[in-house]
C-alpha cells in the first residue's frame, strides 16, 4: 500500500512539473508576440494563430489551460496592453495597478 501511494505521489509531482514547463512556453510565446508586436505590430495576430494551430492547443492543454476562444481573445489582449509576462507578474505591477484601482474608485 506504501508503494502505490508512493507511486501516485511521484506520478502527481512529475505532472505539475510538466505543466509548470509547459506553463513556461505559453509565457515564452506571449513574450514572442509582445516582441512581435513593438517590432511589426501583428502581436495579438501572431499569438491568436499560434493558440489556435494543432501545437498551440496542445501547449496550453498540457499547461492545463483550456484552448477556447475565450482563452485566444484574452491572450490577445494581453499582448496588445504591451506588458512583459516577467513585468506582469512581478509583485511592483501588481501594487502598481491595485494602487491606480484605488485611485479611480477614490475619484
Known sequence: MADFVDGTAFNNE???R???LFAAVVL???D???ADDKKYGNGPEQIARWARSRDGREVL???GIDPNE???SGLMEF???GVRTSVALSREES???NAAAAVDEAA
Open 32 to 34: 514572442d508576440a509582445i
Open 28 to 30: 515564452a510565446a506571449l
Open 18 to 20: 510538466a505543466r509548470k
Open 79 to 81: 499582448v496588445a496592453k
Open 61 to 63: 492543454s498540457c499547461a
Open 95 to 97: 501594487e502598481r495597478r
Open 14 to 16: 512529475q505532472g505539475n
Open 70 to 72: 475565450r482563452v485566444v
